[in-house]
């Protein structure tokens, strides 16, 4: 079976917010929560501490809090296009080819043979497959770019190949 690709930075929005709350739930609000928590803790400085000198320690809190706020948001809602920016190679469309040995990726005129053994995990979600040759690193599989039944057909083979399915 043979798949056309063309990643999309929608696309690589929806598979990195998938796999960061699946496997990083936490990495991911890091900065939102000590944001919030330096905007509370200068709120309650402000209000229990009073103005005066005081502000010259609650407002800087509550400015960071506010800033750090507002970069989680602008780093969760961009990191599809920030990563399709940085994927030049996976900017036009490509090939996969799947057999029962693994998978033949074939990018502009370079062709790599990543054989079943060197996936480590696979996440498996109603619209699209990531499949992980390493912890960080993910191949992504849209049901939109498979025809008739093969989805479901490349579906049941990662589940048959890939020890860690999730």
Do not use: C
Not at 28 to 56: D, F, H, P, Q, S
Not at 122 to 137: G, K, N, R, T
Request: aromatic letters at 16%; proline letters at 4%.
């Amino acid at each position: 079976m043979t798949i056309t690709f063309k990643y999309t930075p929608q696309l690589l929005q929806k598979a990195h917010e998938l796999h960061y709350k699946k496997f990083f739930p936490l990495r991911g609000k890091i900065i939102l929560i000590l944001g919030l928590l330096a905007a509370w803790a200068g709120l309650l400085l402000a209000l229990v501490k009073g103005g005066g000198n005081n502000l010259w320690y609650s407002v800087p809190l509550i400015l960071y809090g506010l800033i750090a706020i507002a970069i989680h948001f602008y780093m969760t809602k961009t990191i599809g296009k920030r990563s399709f920016d940085k994927l030049k190679d996976y900017q036009d469309p490509f090939s996969i080819s799947v057999n029962e040995e693994g998978l033949i990726i074939e990018i502009k005129a370079k062709q790599y043979e990543v054989p079943w053994s060197n996936f480590k995990k696979a996440l498996i979600a109603d619209e699209l497959i990531l499949l992980y040759p390493s912890d960080a690193v993910f191949f992504i599989f849209p049901r939109g770019n498979f025809t008739g039944g093969e989805f479901d057909k490349f579906k049941a083979q990662v589940q048959e190949k890939i020890q860690k399915v999730f």
